[in-house]
T-cell receptor, first 115, second 115 residues
Framework: AQKVTQAQTEISVVEKEDVTLDCVYE???????LFWYKQPPSGELVFLIR??????QNEISGRYSWNFQKSTSSFNFTITASQVVDSAVYFC????????????FGKGTKLTVNP | DADVTQTPRNRITKTGKRIMLECSQT?????MYWYRQDPGLGLRLIYY???????NKGEISDGYSVSRQAQAKFSLSLESAIPNQTALYFC??????????????FGPGTRLTVL
């Protein structure tokens, strides 16, 4: 069975602080995909990144960076110099191949960035 | 215009009523999904469709039915709504990479309240 754990339910920071959102996943499959989605207060789900299991290279996109470590089954997300507009619920998700190929979501981390 | 649209965006209905949620996409994707989001539970898969003639149950399909009217349209019906179907419903679409699902992109969501 697949499982995604986001242990941090809520995080509150002050603007310009760096913040890391943790994601730990479980799967027995050797080929899988990891995702991060952002859900702002308006409610939509915005795709941020996809990472394949065979590519452990970390990625940086502006103030966002992702650290994928297969050895610890983690796919952590760091926001550098956080801004108020980063306030949202962030979901980590896992998809394996075969069957429905559904996304298995963590329960989300609510990030509040205070001015 | 948005690539994935959902109608209605908000709906309040009464127990026992039949209700249909509609999803349309202009992304040209073959694969479409319906998820529901409940507070603290992340998203769970209701139904999915890999093409017009291929419709499958997800993990929580009881009390729901779907119709794939065309490649671009995937509707979710609640035949007799009950209060515990109060939730935020998302439609998602995906292209294929080879035989497998690519990144899923979500619609804006429909907030359904059953009184």
């Amino acid at each position: 069975a697949q499982k995604v754990t986001q242990a941090q339910t809520e995080i509150s920071v002050v603007e310009k602080e760096d913040v890391t959102l943790d994601c730990v996943y479980e799967t027995r499959d050797t080929t899988y995909y990891l995702f991060w989605y952002k859900q702002p207060p308006s409610g939509e789900l915005v795709f941020l990144i996809r990472r394949n299991s065979f590519d452990e290279q970390n990625e940086i996109s502006g103030r966002y960076s992702w650290n994928f470590q297969k050895s610890t089954s983690s796919f952590n997300f760091t926001i550098t110099a956080s801004q108020v507009v980063d306030s949202a619920v962030y979901f980590c998700a896992l998809r394996t191949q075969g069957g429905s190929e559904k996304l298995v979501f963590g329960k989300g981390t609510k990030l509040t960035v205070n001015p | 215009d948005a690539d994935v649209t959902q109608t209605p965006r908000n709906r309040i209905t009464k127990t026992g009523k039949r209700i249909m949620l509609e999803c349309s996409q202009t992304k040209g994707h073959d694969r479409m999904y319906w998820y529901r989001q409940d507070p603290g539970l992340g998203l769970r898969l209701i139904y999915y469709s890999f093409d017009v003639k291929d419709i499958n149950k997800g993990e929580i399909s009881d009390g729901y039915s779907v119709s794939r009217q065309a490649q671009a349209k995937f509707s979710l019906s609640l035949e007799s709504a009950i209060p515990n179907q109060t939730a935020l419903y998302f439609c998602a679409t995906s292209d294929k990479t080879g035989a497998h699902t690519d990144t899923q992109y979500f619609g804006p969501g429909t907030r359904l309240t059953v009184l």
